[in-house]
Each structure stands twice: as C-alpha cells, then as structure tokens.
C-alpha cells in the first residue's frame, strides 16, 4: 500500500473541498464564475499537458495556440448558461477553430512531408478537443436545476470512487489484478470498490440532503453506476495516453498528485453523462 499517495489524496481532498465549498455555496454569483474560473483554469491547463505528451513522442502539435482555443469551450458553456449565447454556438465553433489549425499547419509547415502535417493537425485536433469539450460540461452544471447541489453532488461522485478505488485497489487488489497493457495495477476489487464508493455517496446525499436530486431511488442508483463506470473509462484513457507516452505523470502542477490531466481525468466522461441524466431525469 502507497500510504504517502494515499495521504497526499486524503490532504488534497481536505485542502480542495472547503475551497471548492466556499466557492459553490458561499460564493455562487454570476452562475458560478468563480467555481467556473477553475474550470477554465483546468482546461488551458491540460491542455498544454496533453500537448506535452505529444511532444514527449516527437509527435508536432501546436503548442500555444490549441490550447488557447480549447479554453473557449469552458468559457462559451459560462456564456451559454448565463443566456448570451445559443446552445447552436458549439456547432460553429468546433469547425472554425479546426480551420484555424489547418490554416496554422499549412502557413508554418506546408513545406514538410504531408505525414508530418497530418500529424501537427492530427494532434492539435485533439489538444483542442481534450479536454475542453468536456470539462465544457462541468461549467453546464451550474444551469441545472439546484446548481450548487448538482456540482457537489457530481464532484462527491467522482471522488468518491477515485478515492475508494484507490485505497481497496492498493491495499487488497493486488491478487485480483487485470494487468491491462494500459494500466496493470487496475484490479477488479479496485473497480468494484469505486463502484461502491459511487453508491454510498448516492446513499448518503438520499439520506442528508431532502429532495435532492428530484428523481426516485433506482435512477439514483443507475446515476451512481454509471458515472462509476464513466469514472474508471476516464482513468484508463488517460493512463494508456500517459503510457504511449512513456512518461509516468502528465504534468507536475499539483504537488505529489502530478499533472492537471491526472486529476481530471475521472471526470472527462462523467460531466456530460451526468449533466444529460439529471437534466432528462429531471433533477
């Protein structure tokens, strides 16, 4: 068992949620934008670390300018949720901003062979689209009907398997080990225990928190199930990107945690399933 990185989840957890607290409950004005600041932090953030990760392969990718264009997913999500915009502005967004890297790949390396400018557009592409299409999602939360509650009822979700698949993972799952190519400490017993982990914060907001979210006791439970399951699909992606990279964190700006990528990436896939389930649930 890793108690040092186990520790370091625990005092990070502590530190970040009476921050995140103040900032969703105290602090909810202007549909979040504090909250919603982090957001947009996080996505420039990653990134530039998932550009890295290309450059760690020699692969070319634009560095400065897709990441810059990622950030506009956050920020047009804030700007459609406070009413300025259209939900229809994704749609035209997305195509421009490629444009605009095809355009940047064709000035500065139309005069190299077509792999490699098939590559820099390949991988910009994907700097731009990851992962600011969706933690674009996470800013949508603030529209949902009791926002404050959505969004901590989401990030409870997301930590709550991290750190349950975490801890029975490292301490007991080693006999029960998957050896995936991508990842090979994930265990079963480490994937059942996030699962869990999933399922009793479930439990926990039906008991403490009246009313909330405004559906019944078996949709509650196939939200907890399948943001579980979206939670591990994030993890994996994100570790078989680090391991085709052959680097063993994506960054290095959360101290003993690594990079920005490596704490978000639980929640890559689960912000748009859970903002879609809430919002046709009803809640």
């Known amino acids: 068992m890793n108690w040092k990185g186990f520790l370091i989840r625990i005092l990070l957890v502590v530190v970040a949620f009476p921050v995140l607290g103040v900032l969703i409950f105290v602090l909810p004005q202007l549909h979040h934008l504090g909250f919603n600041i982090i957001v947009v932090f996080a996505t420039i953030t990653g990134a530039f670390e998932m550009a890295a990760l290309f450059r760690a392969r020699k692969i070319p990718t634009s560095s400065v300018l897709a990441p810059i264009l990622a950030a506009a997913f956050p920020i047009g999500a804030y700007l459609e949720v406070s009413g300025y915009f259209s939900p229809a502005w994704m749609g035209i967004w997305m195509p421009v901003a490629v444009g605009i890297l095809l355009v940047r790949a064709v000035f500065f390396h139309g005069g190299r062979k077509l792999t490699t400018v098939l590559a820099f557009v390949s991988s910009s592409v994907f700097t731009f689209f990851y992962p600011g299409f969706f933690l ?80 019944g006791i078996p949709a509650r439970l ?31 700006v959360i101290p003993g945690r690594g990079g920005m990528l490596d704490s978000v990436d639980s929640m890559i896939f689960t912000a748009p399933l859970y903002y879609f389930f809430v919002l046709l649930a009803g809640g």
């Open 222 to 252: 196939a939200l907890g199930l399948c943001t579980g399951a979206t939670v591990i699909l994030g993890d994996l992606l994100e570790s078989g990107m680090k391991r085709s990279a052959g680097v063993k964190d994506s960054g290095g």
């Open 136 to 215: 674009g999602w996470i800013v949508r939360l603030s529209g949902l009907s009791d926002p404050s509650l959505s969004i901590l009822f989401f990030l409870c979700l997301v930590f709550g398997n991290d750190m349950a698949a975490y801890f029975a993972g490292s301490l007991w799952g080693a006999s029960t080990r998957l050896n995936l190519a991508i990842s090979p400490k994930k265990s079963i017993l480490g994937f059942a225990a996030g699962l869990t982990g999933s399922l009793i914060v479930v439990g926990v907001f039906t008991l403490v928190v009246a009313d909330f979210p405004r559906f």
